[in-house]
């Protein structure tokens, strides 16, 4: 399974980005994808995750209302359009996949993100 993000850059505050995350490789490794982020100093944090199988999503508070994961199985995409971004969500974001929730044993490289004030 191979997953690559794309999608990040510099932005102002208050303004919009779409990530991608292409995955290839054995399906049922993609039933869950995540979206992860590492700040400056700080632990790597869950952002958002979508269950392709379903279609479900979850989302960390600090995020809900402003980002949104989304998927495209036919071209093997999963997207997070993050709106309202403030600076502390400047992080290099990663994406993962697993079997089953909870689990992510496939990771991309990350794409960074910064938000300027």
């Known amino acids: 399974v191979q997953l690559q993000a794309s999608g990040g850059g510099l932005v102002q505050a208050g303004g919009s980005l779409r990530l991608s995350c292409a995955t290839s490789?054995?399906?049922?490794?993609?039933?869950?994808v995540g979206w992860f982020r590492q700040g400056p100093g700080k632990e790597r944090e869950f952002v958002a995750r979508?269950?392709?199988?379903?279609?479900?999503?979850d989302y960390t508070d600090s995020v809900k209302g402003r980002f949104t994961i989304s998927m495209d199985d036919a071209r093997n995409k999963v997207y997070l359009q993050m709106n309202n971004l403030k600076p502390e969500d400047t992080a290099v974001y990663y994406c993962?996949?697993?079997?089953?929730?909870?689990?992510?044993?496939?990771w991309g490289q990350g794409t960074l993100v910064t938000v300027s004030s």
């Open positions: 979508i269950n392709r199988l379903g279609g479900i999503t």
């Open positions: 490789g054995r399906t049922s490794s993609r039933n869950f």
């Open positions: 993962a996949s697993g079997v089953s929730l909870g689990t992510y044993n496939f």
